[in-house]
């Protein structure tokens, strides 16, 4: 059974830094890519950053671009997003989600239960 | 980048069958998958729909997905509705730049 576990959410001043994990269990873990995806209190999902099974390319949204920086650890079955000058439109729930492909971003097939952050 | 255009909100009769569309911005919605997720309150989204119209073991068949590339939109179609579909549903679609996801649609079973 696929299992997503995020961890490293809390509260933070704006401007502050927070790294999110995501363990993974399951599956094998460096044949597929891996996203964030966020959900602001009250709103809907948006995707923020991914990045391949190999780790040797990743993507985010405009609105992250230079604040975070996604990346993983293969040997350790971990995901991570090194989250920097937060600001407090990022409070929001943050997701771990398993891609279905290995060298692009695409669609999901199974998700963590998410880890709070708030940024205030 | 191109947005998935989503119904606010929809309700239904418990029994009745019930859709909800996807319109594309740009291009065609057919060109990449479109899946859809049931989100239920407090908890982690499902995937409920995959690539259009597959349906991942231990969904229901009362939950079906279809494309229309004349409109340029995807649909997801519940028959059956039952209490417990009362969810948000998002579709979500990507491409080489990026992953778009709807802005989400609030069913309520009456």
């Known amino acids: 059974e696929v299992q997503l576990l995020e961890s490293g959410g809390g509260s933070v001043q704006p401007g502050g830094s927070l790294r999110l994990s995501c363990t993974a269990s399951?599956?094998?873990?460096?044949?597929?890519?891996m996203s964030w995806v966020r959900q602001r209190p009250g709103k809907g999902l948006e995707w923020v950053s991914a990045?391949?099974?190999?780790?040797?390319?990743?993507q985010y949204i405009d609105a992250v671009k230079g604040r975070f920086t996604i990346s993983r650890d293969n040997s350790q079955n971990t995901l991570f997003l090194q989250m920097d000058s937060l600001r407090a439109e990022d409070t929001a729930v943050y997701f771990c989600?398993?891609?279905?492909?290995?060298?692009?971003?695409?669609?999901?097939?199974?998700w963590g239960r998410g880890t709070l952050v708030t940024v205030s | 980048n191109f947005i998935l255009t989503q119904p606010h909100s929809v309700s239904e009769s418990p029994g009745k069958t019930v859709t909800i569309s996807c319109t594309g911005s740009?291009?065609?919605?057919?060109?990449?998958?479109v899946q859809w997720y049931q989100q239920r309150p407090g908890s982690a989204p499902t995937t409920i729909i995959f690539?259009?119209?597959?349906?991942p073991s231990g969904v229901p068949d009362r939950f079906s997905g279809s494309t229309d590339r004349s409109s340029n939109s995807a649909s997801l179609t519940i028959s059956g509705l039952q209490a417990e579909d009362e969810a948000d549903y998002y579709c979500q679609s990507y491409n080489s730049s990026n992953v778009v996801f709807g802005g989400g649609t609030k069913l309520t079973v009456l």
């Open positions: 399951g599956f094998s873990f460096d044949r597929y890519a």
């Open positions: 989600a398993k891609d279905t492909y290995s060298m692009t971003w695409s669609y999901f097939d199974s």
């Open positions: 990045i391949i099974a190999s780790g040797r390319r990743s």
């Open positions: 690539e259009h119209d597959q349906r």
């Open positions: 740009s291009g065609s919605i057919a060109n990449n998958y």
